[in-house]
T-cell receptor
Framework: DVKVTQSSRYLVKRTGEKVFLECVQD?????MFWYRQDPGLGLRLIYF???????EKGDIPEGYSVSREKKERFSLILESASTNQTSMYLC?????????????FGSGTQLSVL | SQQGEEDPQALSIQEGENATMNCSYK?????LQWYRQNSGRGLVHLIL?????REKHSGRLRVTLDTSKKSSSLLITASRAADTASYFC????????????FGRGTSLIVHP
């Protein structure tokens, strides 16, 4: 069964801490994505990666960075967590295809920054 | 970036009734997808319809696409309490990078 695994379901951090959210997929997908989801705002794209060591900014990259050293792993980094980064974070992956492919999502990480 | 908009924002029905959700978008698309999200969980893909298709079925799901009106609808027939979830449409970036962008979703509650 195909899987996207996010390292934590719930995370509580303090303002100013450096936070790492890890995501691993076992489908050999080229593309990986980080979204955040807030009530009433839907999913907003933070960063995506279309290959190892490649990354592109999404709609709301400020305050975040990413790392993709291996094809199966895509990490989201909050350099200095702030309370407005309290949110549900969703990782997803898909095959690279010109005809469009469906996304596979992890279960999400609910991050609270106090 | 383009974003689909679902309508209504919330829908409450009785078990056995049909549920219809709509999605409108702004520019041309490659394809449109519908996803489901149970409370506090990740999204699960339901169905993908390409821009040259008009209708698609999957079990109790029926999706239509009208590219002239830039809209899609998701119909769930004979709903069950287990269909209670949020439903999102996602459209591909028309610029060719194939990055799905999502609407705000429709929250569906099916009462037993």
């Amino acid at each position: 069964d195909v899987k996207v695994t996010q390292s934590s379901r719930y995370l509580v951090k303090r303002t100013g801490e450096k936070v790492f959210l890890e995501c691993v997929q076992d489908m050999d997908h080229e593309n990986m994505f980080w979204y955040r989801q807030d009530p009433g705002l839907g999913l907003r794209l933070i960063y995506f990666s279309y290959d190892v060591k490649m990354k592109e900014k999404g709609d709301i990259p400020e305050g975040y960075s990413v790392s993709r050293e291996k094809k199966e792993r895509f990490s989201l980094i909050l350099e200095s967590a702030s309370t407005n980064q309290t949110s549900m974070y969703l990782c997803a992956s898909k095959r690279d295809s010109p005809s469009g492919e469906k996304l596979f999502f992890g279960s999400g990480t609910q991050l609270s920054v106090l | 970036s383009q974003q689909g908009e679902e309508d209504p924002q919330a829908l409450s029905i009785q078990e056995g009734e049909n549920a219809t959700m709509n999605c409108s978008y702004k520019t041309s698309i490659n394809n449109l997808q519908w996803y489901r999200q149970n409370s506090g969980r990740g999204l699960v893909h339901l169905i993908l319809i390409r821009s040259n298709e008009r209708e698609k079925h999957s079990g109790r799901l029926r999706v239509t696409l009208d590219t002239s009106k830039k809209s899609s609808s998701l119909l769930i027939t004979a709903s069950r309490a287990a269909d209670t979830a949020s439903y999102f449409c996602a459209t591909d970036d028309p610029g060719g990078s194939y990055i799905p962008t999502f609407g705000r979703g429709t929250s569906l509650i099916v009462h037993p």
